[in-house]
């Protein structure tokens, strides 16, 4: 019984997958808007969970210290949360993920815009436990790597093309800079600018398209 009901899962599965593709060889042009669409709103999403993760952190840290502990002892907190990232990064993630911005240029003009898996979430855990326990960093390069990162991979599962890749990645950084400031206009001048996208209606259409989906969830949520 088991067995039968894992056949039909695949089953189902690669009957999506195949529909996918045919739809993806009929329809470039919409396929790559709808791209841009659910990395807009992927990374809206996590732009708006990674500020109020922060902020109840710092919150909730700022109360328990107060209440029970020496305040001088507060002070400690961001020594505290950078350790916490070092051993993290060093035993979790095992790559260097600092300078966000710099490092998806670096991917852009190096690495054909391909950006590691695990950069879709460990820039936003490393964010949490330094800007959460009162480090003096912000949160603009995390979340700008984090959403070129799913920009990236979603065009890395479909095996996309140089030029396309690099759109939506653009994609991603737009969507994360709406997210987490709530201008999408300024996040397409961001994906135009700083990271040097071709200005052309092609490219414009799915960064606006990216920016006005990552701006949702700031804005009729809790953002």
Excluded at 25 to 42: C, D, M, R, V, Y
Excluded at 65 to 73: N, V
Excluded at 138 to 159: C, D, K, M
């Amino acid at each position: 019984m088991l067995s039968l009901k894992v056949t039909l899962i695949r089953q189902r599965i690669s009957s999506l997958l195949l529909a996918i593709a045919t739809y993806r060889l009929k329809n470039p042009k919409a396929f790559i808007l709808i791209q841009s669409l659910l990395i807009g709103l992927t990374a809206g999403l996590i732009a708006v969970l990674l500020k109020n993760i922060v902020h109840y952190t710092g919150r909730e840290l700022l109360q328990e210290f107060i209440a029970y502990t020496p305040q001088f002892l507060y002070l400690a907190l961001p020594g505290i949360g950078i350790l916490l990232t070092v051993l993290y990064l060093k035993y979790f993630v095992r790559d260097n993920i600092s300078h966000g911005i710099s490092k998806v240029l670096q991917a852009v003009s190096k690495n054909h815009s391909r950006i590691k898996f695990h950069n879709t979430y460990s820039s936003v855990i490393s964010s949490i436990l330094t800007v959460g326990f009162g480090g003096s960093v912000g949160l603009e390069a995390p979340i700008v790597y984090t959403g070129s990162a799913i920009g990236s991979n979603l065009a890395g599962v479909f095996r996309q093309d140089y030029k396309t890749t690099t759109l939506l990645l653009a994609c991603g950084a737009a969507g994360a800079i709406a997210g987490i400031f709530k201008a999408p206009i300024a996040a397409t001048i961001f994906a135009l600018e700083v990271l040097m996208i071709d200005l052309s209606m092609w490219s414009i259409i799915p960064l606006l398209l990216s920016s006005v989906s990552g701006h949702l969830f700031p804005t009729f949520s809790w953002g």
